[in-house]
């Protein structure tokens, strides 16, 4: 059997697994970048290694009436200089998006921010990216990394709001706790992007099975719905999505009170079927050369993924045998 065939019959969860645990290892990384037919493939789920290379995808997004939050790709910094380098990007990316007529939306991670040198180094990073938001009326999202770092996000995304109204943080269904974090954020008056969850969890704190998963997703999702105050959905699971639209329908919750939001390069049929019908669809476009731990949760979110990977780069071996 073929290896794209082996990973087909593997259980999902080992191949989850697996594919999470190489994402941390940056040397695999750096050895994946020579190779062009897997650059090709990162193609596909990250605009560009630069603000520039990325501006035409976010153009050719909003020419199709689809909106955006962007990612200055990077996490687990572990020195103050690159902590505070990866602010400036932020802080120089938001102007040029307004500039450009863009949404000045970005999403940015804690650990990028310097949450594991210390939250002093991270919070002071993380109001320098606020200044510039406020400077172009932009919005700054809190993506979420792992369950370690949840209670710090949460805090420091609380700070951040109340210095600056147009934030939000993200919950994740996956973990347990993440019901009384929602009643956390309504009652601080903020603003979730609810999604499934990305990474690989301890069954101490997150639901192990699917099924669970999209259980806590549906009830929590109803729960911010009915809360009264703006939200994101980020999923593409159909069947999730259509049961959103169905209780929005059902509760009378305008399409203007809630918006989908999407990855780049997934499922962009979706995408675009419901900006074809009303709602606010947000395309979350990642950048720059940091892109190997979040390229690698998107494979590991589908091992079909990396079966198309792998026979494309077994495509490529066997035309560079024969030319040689
Ligand atoms: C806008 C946005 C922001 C996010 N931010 C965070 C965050 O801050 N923290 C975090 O932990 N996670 C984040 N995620 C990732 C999220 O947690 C899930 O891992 C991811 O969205 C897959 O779950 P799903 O809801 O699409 O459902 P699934 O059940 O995993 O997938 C449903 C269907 O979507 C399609 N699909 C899903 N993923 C892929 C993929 N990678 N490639 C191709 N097709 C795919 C498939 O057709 C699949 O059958 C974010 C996701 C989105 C959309």
Redesign the pocket.
């Known amino acids: 059997m073929s290896v794209a065939g082996s990973i087909r019959v593997l259980p999902h969860r080992a191949v989850r697994g697996f594919l999470i645990g190489l994402s941390h290892r940056r040397s695999i990384g750096r050895a994946a970048v020579r190779s062009p037919v897997a650059r090709s493939v990162v193609s596909r789920?990250v605009a560009g290694e630069t603000l520039e290379a990325a501006l035409p995808a976010l153009g050719a997004l909003r020419q199709a009436g689809l909106r955006t939050?962007v990612d200055v790709l990077g996490e687990s910094v572990t020195s103050s200089d690159l902590a505070a380098a990866a602010a400036d990007r932020y802080a120089a990316t938001l102007p040029v998006l307004a500039k450009r007529g863009l949404d000045a939306n970005v999403?940015l991670?804690l650990t990028q921010m310097g949450l594991e040198i210390g939250p002093e180094v991270c919070r002071g990073n993380v109001m320098r990216i606020l200044d510039a938001a406020r400077q172009v009326d932009g919005f700054v999202?809190?993506?979420?990394?792992?369950h370690t770092r949840t209670d710090p996000t949460l805090d420091i995304w609380q700070e951040a709001h109340e210095a600056y109204p147009r934030t939000g943080v993200?919950i994740?269904?996956?973990l347990r706790r993440s019901e009384a974090d929602v009643e956390r954020v309504l009652a601080a008056g903020g603003n979730v992007?609810l999604?499934?969850?990305?990474?690989d969890e301890p069954g101490s704190v997150a639901f192990q099975e699917?099924r669970e998963?999209?259980a806590s997703?549906a009830r929590l999702m109803e729960r911010l719905l009915a809360s009264g105050t703006y939200h994101?959905l980020?999923?593409?699971?159909?069947r999730?999505i259509a049961r959103a639209r169905a209780f929005a329908e059902r509760e009378g919750i305008g399409s203007d009170r809630f918006e989908f939001?999407?990855?780049y390069?997934?499922?962009r049929d979706?995408q675009r079927m419901l900006a074809g019908r009303g709602y606010t669809v947000?395309?979350?476009v990642p950048f720059g050369r940091e892109w190997y731990p979040y390229f690698m949760?998107?494979?590991?979110?589908?091992p079909?993924?990396v079966g198309f990977m792998l026979k494309a780069i077994a495509r490529e071996e066997g035309r560079r045998l024969r030319h040689h």
């Open positions: 789920f939050s999403s991670k999202r809190f993506d979420m990394e792992d993200v994740q269904s996956a992007r999604c499934k969850g990305a990474y699917k998963v999209d997703y994101a980020a999923t593409h699971d159909a999730l939001q999407m990855l390069g997934v499922r979706l947000r395309v979350y949760r998107r494979l590991a979110e589908r079909a993924n």
